[in-house]
C-alpha cells in the first residue's frame, strides 16, 4: 500500500476451482456468511453436469461448519466436504489461482469503488 491509498469497500468472492482443467466459477457477494456461502453452493450445483460427484476442499473458515451448511451437506449427496487443517497448504492451487487473477487483472489498475473492482474479476477467460 502507498501512502495515498484508499480503501472504497470491499467485497467477498466465493471461487470454486475445477483442478482438473483450471476453470473456475466465481460469485461476488457483499456478506461472507453462511447464507452467502450456500447461496454459492447451490449456484455451483446448477452448474455442473449432474452425474459428476463433487469433491470440495474446504479451509477452517467457521462458515464452512455452519449447522445450516452441514444441514445441506445431505441433501446434495453427490457433494463432498474435505476440511484441510489450519495453515496447510493443501489449498496452494488455488492460492495460485488467485495469484494468476491478481497479476491479470488487478495489478497495476485504480479501482474507485467495489463494483469497479468487480468488474474485471467477473471478465469471462481469455483463452
Partial sequence: MTHDYKRNGTTTLFAA???????GIGRNMQRQRHQEFIRFLNAVE???????AVHVILDNYATHKQPKVRAWL??????????????CSGLNAV???????TRRRLKNRVFCSVAHWEAPVREPRRP
Fill in 17 to 23: 476451482l475445477n483442478v482438473l482443467d483450471g476453470s
Fill in 46 to 52: 446448477a452448474e455442473l453436469p449432474s452425474d459428476k
Fill in 74 to 87: 445431505p441433501r446434495h449427496p453427490r457433494w463432498t466436504f474435505h476440511f484441510v487443517p489450519t495453515s
Fill in 95 to 101: 492460492e495460485g489461482f488467485f495469484a494468476k487473477l
